[in-house]
């Protein structure tokens, strides 16, 4: 059974940093496009960032280029969020995606991906 487990969300202010982790159990990572995503209650769910199979290429919503990062450790087979400069308007439930089909680039379309975690949540006051 493939599972995505999101850890690292917490209650921060406006400017710190934080870093999401993604843990796929029963799934491997490696050779698999990856992608975070947020949403906020009574709100569309939002790409945030996506990286491709290779970690090669990388794709960022407008709203967060430059402050955040996604990264990819195989040997972890662990995918992270590094995001700072954060801001009030970046409280969300944050989840992150797998492709199950390989070698997929760095996609922003939801419907690519296969596998869903639960989420983290992230809220940042001002």
């Known amino acids: 059974q493939v599972q995505l487990v999101e850890s690292g969300g917490g209650l921060l202010q406006a400017g710190d940093s934080l870093r999401l982790s993604c843990a796929a159990v029963g799934f491997t990572v490696s050779g698999r496009s990856m992608g975070w995503f947020r949403q906020v209650p009574g709100k569309e769910r939002e790409f945030v960032a996506a990286?491709?199979?290779?970690?090669?290429?990388?794709n960022y919503a407008d709203s967060v280029k430059g402050r955040f990062t996604i990264s990819r450790d195989n040997s972890k087979n662990t995918v992270y969020l590094q995001m700072s400069s954060l801001r009030p308007q970046d409280t969300a439930v944050y989840c992150c995606a797998a492709d199950a089909s390989p070698y997929g680039g760095a996609a922003a379309l939801s419907q690519v991906y296969d596998y869903w975690g639960q989420g983290t949540q992230v809220t940042v006051s001002s």
């Open positions: 990286i491709s199979w290779s970690g090669n290429a990388f």
